[in-house]
């Protein structure tokens, strides 16, 4: 079974500063991970995924995260943190090939202080 | 805007009444699929459609849950007999079902059960 673990509900940064998202997961099979955002009042909206090709991923709004299976993470992160980035984000683990069938951790609020 | 829409937007009801959520997908996407979120939690899996074909259903989905997607185009989500514990945010997602992962979800339909 696929399973996804984000450490930390709540996690506060200052503008500016650098954002540090924290998603492990566990997989039998080589898996594919994904970030979402949810913006308050929307729905979730794709951030970047890792499909085994790069192991560093870039994604939208300047955030990216870096599959390491030897730590079996797939941490997001972006340098400076905006107002904007404020919203909950949620890792995502999907068996792969055939399915988009997710998998979703717990999310993580992300607050942003000016 | 062709996004995913969902119908209603909220929901309250008593205790032991029907109701049934709508989704209309994005109209070239062939999979659809349902989703509940509750509150401090992830988006957890319910069932999904290729065209108008059920092919998975979580454990989740108790016996007072049903879905349906005549003709492969919108589908809808009934409930029987609700309970407080229904109480939660039902996400709809559509893919192209290319096995990308790729998850466009609507912005939810939020129930409460007095």
């Known amino acids: 079974a696929q399973s996804v673990t984000q450490l930390g509900s709540h996690v506060s940064v200052s503008e500016g500063a650098l954002v540090l998202l924290r998603c492990n997961y566990s997989s039998s099979v080589p898996p594919y991970l994904f970030w979402y955002v949810q913006y308050p009042n929307q729905g979730l909206q794709l951030l970047l995924k890792y499909t085994s090709a790069a192991t560093l991923v870039k994604g939208i709004n300047g955030f990216e995260a870096e599959f390491k299976k030897s730590e079996t993470s797939f941490h997001l992160t972006k340098p400076s943190a905006h107002m904007s980035d404020a919203a909950e984000y949620f890792c995502a683990v999907s068996p792969g090939i055939g399915t988009d069938k997710l998998i979703f951790g717990t999310g993580t609020r992300l607050q942003v202080f000016p | 805007d062709t996004g995913v829409s969902q119908d209603p937007r909220h929901k309250i009801t008593k205790r032991g009444q029907n109701v049934t959520f709508r989704c209309d997908p994005i109209s070239e996407h062939n999979r659809l699929y349902w989703y509940r979120q509750t509150l401090g939690q992830g988006p957890e899996f319910l069932t999904y459609f290729q065209n108008e074909a059920q092919l998975e259903k979580s454990r989740l989905l108790s016996d007072r849950f049903s879905a349906e997607r005549p003709k492969g185009s919108f589908s809808t989500l009934e409930i029987q007999r609700t309970e407080q514990g229904d109480s939660a945010m039902y996400l709809c997602?559509?893919?192209?079902?290319?096995?990308?992962?790729?998850?466009?979800f609507g912005e939810g339909s939020r129930l409460t059960v007095l």
């Open positions: 997602a559509s893919s192209r079902g290319q096995g990308s992962g790729e998850l466009f």
